[in-house]
């Protein structure tokens, strides 16, 4: 699989306002609204906010991998936001994120 079929320009956000992780990770699953694969984006959130609260998704050196898996998506789809500050993801390095 190819980073481009996941990616669309609308789903793409730089200069997000570095707010707290819940409002970025709201933030990037709202910019999958629209997408044809997602049957129903509430309950996008509602699997990936629970499979947050399970570990933080910080993976380190800035990055955070926000994910999840539901049967409301006909296939995978992702966003990219890059935050104007750092944001506390409680990543395993210890490190904000960015990306």
Same mark, same amino acid.
């Given at each position: ?6 990616l669309s320009p609308e789903t &793409?956000?730089?200069?997000? @306002? ?6 970025? &990770? ?39 991998? @926000? ?18 500050? @750092? ?13």
């Amino acid at each position: 699989m190819q980073l481009t079929s996941l990616l669309s320009p609308e789903t &793409i956000r730089v200069g997000l @306002p570095a707010l707290d992780k819940a409002e970025v &990770i709201g933030a990037a699953i709202d910019l999958l609204a629209g997408d044809a694969r997602v049957l129903d984006l509430e309950e996008v959130r509602r699997v990936v906010f629970e499979r947050e609260s399970q570990m933080s998704t910080g993976v380190g050196k800035g990055l955070g991998l @926000p994910h999840g898996k539901t049967p409301s998506m006909t296939g995978s789809a992702g966003a990219l936001c890059v935050t104007n500050g @750092p944001v506390d993801f409680r990543a395993f390095d210890g490190e904000p994120v960015r990306i």
